[in-house]
């Protein structure tokens, strides 16, 4: 199947700072990507939906400011933690879909991102 | 806010036996689909089954969805300890692209 890559794998960093979590299709194009959220125990909450070349749209109650997503081409999404706090401390996972456009198309995950802010 | 809810939450069982685990929806979907999640670790898609399906099967998997009853249910055969994960079931909603996931169930098989 198709592979969906994020990097870093896990970060930690001072409260306060920027972090930025990079997310990859390997052997596809996404068209769209998907940011989730995931606390521990808990199941995955989406926050964002990005095309290519667009603006992303945010989930009701994801401040936009604050997790700032780029979708710059086919293959690459970025998602940047502003001024992160100890709250934002969670799993990061990102999804990638390739271009059908049909409701049967899968979605692929990437391995996740572990963020801890101190 | 999640659409799926799944339960049983936590299912224990041991090596061989079958497990069997129920997810309910709210709204019209134009498919249904299964991912499996080790601790930690990211998401692997197990099976997709489209709204005007019933049954599907793959390997020791076997999805049934009930359309009426907005319900599927998700079930492995002859379970083995490497089955140890956390499984959740996906809802694509007719009105949209999003992905709407359920709160999971945590399987142990115990060897």
């Known amino acids: 199947g198709a592979v969906v890559s994020q990097h870093p794998s896990w970060v930690i960093c001072k409260s306060g700072t920027s972090v930025k979590i990079e997310c990859r299709s390997l052997?596809?194009?996404?068209?769209?990507m998907f940011w989730y959220r995931q606390f521990p125990k808990q199941s995955l909450m989406l926050m964002a939906t990005?095309?290519?070349?667009?603006?992303?749209?945010?989930e009701q109650g994801v401040e936009k400011d604050k997790f700032l997503i780029n979708h710059a081409s086919l293959t690459l999404s970025t998602l940047t933690v502003t001024s992160a706090h100890p709250e934002d401390s969670s799993f990061y996972i990102c999804?990638?879909?390739?271009?059908?456009?049909?409701?049967?198309?899968?979605?692929?995950f990437g391995p996740g991102t572990r963020l801890t802010v101190l | 806010s999640q659409q799926g809810e799944e339960d049983p939450q936590a299912l224990s069982i041991q090596e061989g036996e079958n497990a069997t685990m129920n997810c309910s929806y709210k709204?019209?979907?134009?498919?249904l689909q299964w991912y499996r999640q080790n601790s930690g670790r990211g998401l692997v898609h197990l099976i997709l089954?489209?709204?005007?399906?019933r049954e599907k099967h793959s390997g020791r998997l076997r999805v049934t969805l009930d359309t009426s009853k907005k319900s599927s249910s998700l079930l492995i055969t002859a379970s083995r300890a490497a089955d140890t994960a956390s499984y959740f079931c996906?809802?694509?909603?007719?009105?949209?692209?999003?992905?709407?996931f359920g709160e999971g169930t945590q399987l142990t098989v115990n060897p």
């Open positions: 089954i489209r709204s005007n399906e």
């Open positions: 996906a809802t694509r909603e007719t009105s949209g692209s999003r992905l709407t």
């Open positions: 709204t019209s979907i134009n498919n």
């Open positions: 052997d596809f194009q996404a068209t769209t």
């Open positions: 990005s095309n290519e070349g667009s603006k992303a749209t945010y």
């Open positions: 999804s990638a879909r390739s271009y059908g456009g049909g409701a049967t198309d899968t979605q692929y």
